[in-house]
């Protein structure tokens, strides 16, 4: 049925509504000039399709006139929620991060959900700060980037309601949604593939120290132990920012501590590139004397000198699967495998 209202007829006397305080025309503005009622007004903004053909014109031309966006906030508080999407990731400045986001954005638009991202800098403290801000907008839906929140952050996921789903981590306990794969087995086959080519003075390098880098140096530790070959001081764990110059850095202690160093396992690929150009400085043959192998398989290890071998992690799939999954939580569908492992992927180059 078509919206006949009595108000919206040729002799109608519309509500007449006074600008924002931004200057930025409203909903009053829209139906005083359409010469309908608000309601009628607000029902094509809506996209409903039950206003008379020659109604929903008007309004849509004094719309266009205007300039007339709809506010969000209003539409949050009239409808309990937002149409946006909130993705909180570490970093902007690591292309494992931007990938993921990018996929998320193209999944997200093409559904019609704008998302906003914040930005923690594995700082605990800011991450807390942002989804109390942002929760209170009432969003569609979140993306988180791991587990490692406190009691009070989750407790506050849970009673806003909002659908969630965690990316890079995977987790079995009830409830949960998440997209990734096992940082503890992708070490794991790190260290396997250093074994198998003979190395047995293996040394582990660890930046930023988040949980999924405690997780791959746990699985390298388990590796290496049932090998009978595990050396405490062939590891290095630096809570600084990962980058190439740290990994240079670490790489030129290891050689100095340890001449017998035969491999060394880098935890991002940023280190490992700094580790080969030091290995370039210092003359150190890679991999006649030391292997080196990094992490995530950033674009440019095949054109290092030599091509690094690193584990490729699927993060372009997870933001993809992780968007979709989301967007079914938010459409109330069932979601038939709440944990989704993407696996990983051992790309073995010159270094190695």
Not at 211 to 233: H, I, M, N, S
């Amino acid at each position: 049925m078509h919206d006949d209202s009595s108000d919206d007829g040729a002799g109608s006397r519309p509500a007449r509504g006074r600008r924002r305080a931004t200057g930025r025309a409203t909903l009053a503005d829209v139906a005083a000039l359409a010469g309908v009622s608000p309601i009628t007004a607000s029902r094509v903004v809506a996209g409903k399709t039950t206003v008379r053909p020659e109604l929903a014109e008007r309004v849509r031309a004094a719309v266009e006139r205007l300039g007339y966006r709809p506010d969000p906030s209003a539409r949050a508080l009239a409808s309990a929620k937002s149409r946006h999407v909130v993705v909180l990731i570490p970093l902007l400045s690591n292309t494992l991060f931007t990938e993921l986001l990018e996929a998320v954005q193209d999944v997200m638009w093409d559904a019609g959900y704008p998302i906003f991202v914040g930005i923690t800098q594995y700082r605990p403290e800011r991450e807390a700060a942002l989804l109390d801000s942002y929760l209170s907008h009432r969003p569609a839906g979140l993306i988180l980037t791991g587990f490692d929140r406190s009691e009070a952050q989750r407790r506050l996921i849970e009673a806003s309601r909002t659908p969630c789903v965690h990316v890079m981590e995977l987790s079995d306990d009830p409830g949960v949604h998440c997209v990734g794969f096992s940082q503890t087995g992708a070490a794991q086959a790190v260290a396997r593939h250093l074994l198998d080519r003979g190395r047995r003075r293996i040394a582990f390098v660890g930046a930023q120290l988040d949980p999924r880098t405690l997780e791959r140096a746990e699985g390298f530790r388990g590796v290496l132990r049932a090998a009978g070959c595990y050396d405490p001081q062939l590891e290095i764990l630096d809570s600084r920012p990962s980058s190439a110059a740290l990994g240079a850095e670490a790489f030129r202690r290891l050689v100095a501590a340890h001449p017998d160093l035969d491999a060394v396992f880098f935890c991002n690929d940023d280190l490992a590139h700094g580790g080969l150009l030091e290995a370039l400085r210092l003359g150190v043959p890679v991999p006649d004397r030391v292997s080196v192998v990094g992490f995530n398989d950033l674009p440019g290890n095949a054109q290092m000198l030599p091509a690094l071998s690193s584990l490729r992690t699927p993060r372009r799939e997870v933001g993809d699967v992780a968007a979709r999954m989301l967007l079914r939580l938010m459409r109330g569908e069932p979601v038939d495998t709440p944990a989704v492992d993407l696996g990983f992927e051992l790309r073995i180059r010159a270094s190695s």
